[in-house]
């Protein structure tokens, strides 16, 4: 293999994240799977545009969106009446990011580059709670987001695809009647989202500065006629909880989750048509747990379990010209089970101007597939053979056959940090160190990737005036995208700002926080790759 490609194919890492996930039809949620491998995602601090501001701080900072409680911690619905706001609250959360990734052409022999991934998201999610006396609470919390990437599909091929998502989930909590103990609730909720996916194909744009693939090219088709391009997830479902209130010393909530998806996927041109769908019931059991120990220590613990099993079907004809029969078929494609937990917990300390905390998080998930008999008639399988034995067929375009495998992915991620208020009042400083370890292992295709991330974050808060707060942070992230491999390393430095308005007596309060990143190889090769990537995230938030 040439230099030239080794380094390419390691350049292009995420984009083979990405590739990834868009071909994996078993991500119900592959939203979220595709816009996770550009970084968009803030994890813990999805709700504070105040941390982005102040370096992505994640553990300290004493923020309100970020507090060890059933709701902003475990997303656990019993936590919206035993929230620490007693009062009605109106969140709103508008926010915007973008990727560009690109490495030198030609060898480096010239100042041109060629650009390899880039990505666009817009996104406003909001909450709206209606709490009645510490009684009663309802309300609901909901998401619409737009995605878009550009990936390198070919030497001169681009994949263009677009997302949209959709959420909405109604929420009631209150305490449980006719039971003389004010300390038993219960929850109800439901739960909708639609995901829609569509991609095509263009060649990339030459210009005197390099090629890109985030301008306009001439559309081309696509050589594969039977993947999907184009994707719809249908998510419907809701579930129950029972929690248990004993103040601020414990608390205790079990809910359990039913969602179907339903997952259709289509490739159609002129003369072909290409279908791929699936029902996919998910059951989910959390349980989860927050509380104090003395005046000083927070603590919290959350667990998941879910587990689903599906079919998926196939539906495909196509024309095989003027007098001739269509080539046909439809039946079973492959049998899917999935099993998966996950657990979080964490910790914060806190006496005077000086706060502690930390959390450790655990991850597991399998998915198993399984082929039709043999003896199947309807299978993919018995078509693909079929099919490569007709007269004129051209076996070229055929994808392979589906084989039994079995996946396993596990994780783990770890931090902690310290903040301190200074002696004037007026200053906060922040400082946290973060690392995290993520493998894959295949039946048919091994162990690995290995995926390796540390990272140290520092942030300051300045507040301004009594109304006006400023904020400035840093990170330094060091990554490794598959320690089983060479020259996958990168280094990203992080610089971000943000502000926060709260006037005196009013009824409603804004913060907005923004971020950029450059990342580049941490190793040596003559293609240099480098990507950049922004996020701006604000809040509006109203009390009635």
Known sequence: MSPRRRVLLSALVPTVILIAALAAPAQAQFYDAVRGSLGFTLDAIERSPRLLGMGQLTYVGDDPQTRVTLWDFAANPLGVLLSADS??????????????????????????????????????????????????????????????????????????????QPTVMPVLVGRIPLIKSDRWLYSARLYYSGENSTADYNETVVGPQGEFIDQLGEPVDATDLFDPMDYSVRSLGGGLGIGYDRGRAVRVALAVDRIEHVIEGTNEAYRHTSERRENRPVLQQQLSAVGRLGRALEWGLDGRRWHSDSEQSWYFTASAGVGSNPLTGRGKLLEREEDGQALRARLRWSRG??????????????????????????????????????????SLLLPDSVSAGKSEERGWQAGGGLSVRLPCGRTLWGLEYQMAEYEVENSTGGVGPLRKVWDVRTGLEYKVTSVLTGRLGYRYRWTDEDDYTVQNEYIGNMMSLGLGVRPSGATWGFEAGYAIEWLQGDYGTPLEPRASRQQLASMVRWVF
């Open 353 to 394: 101007p000086v706060e502690l905390g930390g959390g450790v998080a655990t991850s597991y998930r399998e998915v198993a597939i399984t082929p039709p008999a043999i003896s199947d008639l309807t299978s993919f399988n018995y078509f693909l053979n079929r099919t490569s034995l007709r007269q004129s067929a051209d």
């Open 87 to 164: 009062t009605s609250t109106i969140e709103l959360y508008p926010a915007t990011s973008s990727y560009s990734g690109e490495h030198r052409a030609d060898d480096g022999a010239s100042d041109l580059w060629r650009q390899v991934l880039s990505g666009r998201e817009g996104r406003v999610s909001g909450e709206v709670w209606r709490r009645m006396g510490g009684r009663l609470a309802y309300g609901v919390a909901g998401t619409f987001a737009e995605l878009s990437t550009d990936a390198i599909a070919g030497e001169a091929v681009e994949r263009r695809s677009s997302y949209a």
